[in-house]
T-cell receptor, first 113, second 113 residues
Framework: DAKTTQPPSMDCAEGRAANLPCNHS???????VYWYRQIHSQGPQYIIH???NNETNEMASLIITEDRKSSTLILPHATLRDTAVYYC??????????????FGKGTHLIIQP | DTGVSQDPRHKITKRGQNVTFRCDPI?????LYWYRQTLGQGPEFLTY????????KSRLLSDRFSAERPKGSFSTLEIQRTEQGDSAMYLC???????????FGPGTRLLVL
């Protein structure tokens, strides 16, 4: 799976949009971009994933650049409960089965009141 | 609650003792994963089951570690002769064959004294 690069930490004011960047310049054509977050002492929570089109769900939006070398996770109206470590993961699928996820250190997003 | 559950949530043991953790995946998810997470790091993949078959093991899974999923439903992870370096959060995740997004449980936090 391709390696990802994320800033170690970011701040965002409550109520504003939080934009979390991720670089994945070695991504290959069949690899998806996944985002998870982990609130302190809890298991990772799935947020969203995409292949090449932008995606939106009730939690967030995922913007993937046309060349697919980077992406941005957008939390449209951040709240204090969004304070967490956010992981960007690039994942391919092995034939007939699914591999384990490769987590980096993620971005620690701190929402300021 | 129909999410992934793990038991116990916390375990304190003395070095040299054996411990066993249980994971109950989301109903009808045929894939089950175990991860380990140490302080300040992202989760690291340990092993993966498709139904009852253990299909992949990480090099992190030493011979003191054994995982089973006897009937293709719940899984157990046993650590024999625990060492202080085994202190970590042990996470379980499950996915279905169709979607393949992994959903995580709350984890079992192990402390080896």
């Amino acid at each position: 799976d391709a390696k990802t690069t994320q800033p170690p930490s970011m701040d965002c004011a409550e109520g504003r949009a939080a934009n979390l960047p991720c670089n994945h310049s070695t991504i290959s054509g069949n690899e998806y971009v996944y985002w998870y977050r982990q609130i302190h002492s809890q298991g990772p929570q799935y947020i969203i994933h995409g292949l090449k089109n932008n995606e939106t769900n009730e939690m967030a939006s995922l913007i993937i650049t046309e060349d697919r070398k980077s992406s941005t996770l957008i939390l449209p109206h951040a709240t204090l409960r969004d304070t967490a470590v956010y992981y960007c993961i690039v994942r391919g699928y092995s034939g007939g089965g699914a591999d384990g996820l490769t987590f980096g250190k993620g971005t620690h997003l701190i929402i300021q009141p | 609650d129909t999410g992934v559950s793990q038991d116990p949530r916390h375990k304190i043991t003395k070095r040299g003792q054996n411990v066993t953790f249980r994971c109950d995946p989301i109903s009808e998810h045929n894939r089950l994963y175990w991860y380990r997470q140490t302080l300040g790091q992202g989760p690291e993949f340990l092993t993966y089951f498709q139904n009852e078959a253990q299909l992949e093991k990480s090099r992190l899974l030493s011979d003191r570690f054994s995982a089973e999923r006897p009937k293709g439903s719940f899984s157990t992870l046993e650590i024999q002769r625990t060492e202080q370096g085994d202190s970590a959060m042990y996470l379980c995740a499950s996915s279905s064959g169709l979607e393949e997004t992994q959903y995580f449980g709350p984890g079992t936090r192990l402390l080896v004294l």
